[in-house]
């Protein structure tokens, strides 16, 4: 299985900071790749799929990056709006795996 | 716009069973796999497994901590997803998602608490 690892686990930060998230896998997985936005008692929401194509309606914040091994998650300038938790899941291979999920809170 | 609900959930005893729906409206329910995903309290998310579409065969695949207990079967004329779970444990315990199309749509998610 491959299992994906994300960093940090959580994270403080503030309004117009640039957040970046990491997620390596345990093998390549070309970029078989997806990132997800979970907020409090609601439903993930997919922001980005194929490591950087951003999902119709997702701000232009939001970047993806990464191909293989190693990918990125990068928020340009937090808004009050993306605290949350976030997920990456490999799609490269059964079975999927997502992420342990990274908190970003208010600092 | 296209909607899932899930239900079924509900308290069970641990070794018990219990099958949980998912119903499609306003979406191509047929022309895709559905997954199922699941979070138990306070944890991220873990993928259950996935029903492959018609021209596909409706080949499922399951995750290990699963496979074996849990069965994952579709009805496309009812745009119905279904999770039979059987000798469910404590482990079990979580809020149960279906997906549309690679996870682009999400169910509200089902509750589903192994108890004695």
């Known amino acids: 299985d491959i299992q994906m690892t994300q960093s940090p686990s959580a994270m403080s930060a503030s309004v117009g900071d640039r957040v970046t998230i990491t997620c390596r896998a345990s093998q390549g997985i070309r970029n078989d790749l997806a990132w997800f936005q979970q907020k409090p008692g609601k439903v993930p929401k997919r922001l980005i799929d194929g490591a950087s194509s951003l999902e119709s309606g997702v701000p232009s914040r939001f970047s993806g990056s990464g191909s293989g091994t190693e990918f990125t998650l990068t928020i340009s300038s937090l808004q009050p709006e993306d605290f949350a938790t976030y997920y990456c899941l490999q799609y490269n291979s059964y079975p999927r795996t997502f992420g342990q999920g990274t908190k970003v809170e208010i600092k | 716009e296209g909607q899932l609900v899930e239900s079924g959930g509900g308290l069970v005893q641990p070794g018990g069973s219990l099958r949980l729906s998912c119903v499609g409206s306003?979406?191509?329910?047929?022309?895709?796999?559905m997954d199922w995903v699941r979070q138990a309290p306070g944890k991220g998310l873990e993928w259950v497994g996935r029903s492959r579409k018609k021209v596909d065969n409706y080949i499922t695949e399951y995750a290990a901590s699963v496979k074996g207990r849990f069965t994952i079967s579709r009805d496309d004329s009812k745009s119905s997803l279904y999770l039979q779970m059987n000798s469910l444990n404590t482990d079990d315990t979580a809020v149960y998602y279906c997906?549309?199309?690679?996870?682009?749509?999400w169910g509200q998610g089902t509750m589903v608490t192994v108890s004695s």
């Open positions: 997906a549309y199309a690679a996870f682009d749509l």
């Open positions: 306003g979406i191509t329910f047929s022309d895709h796999y």
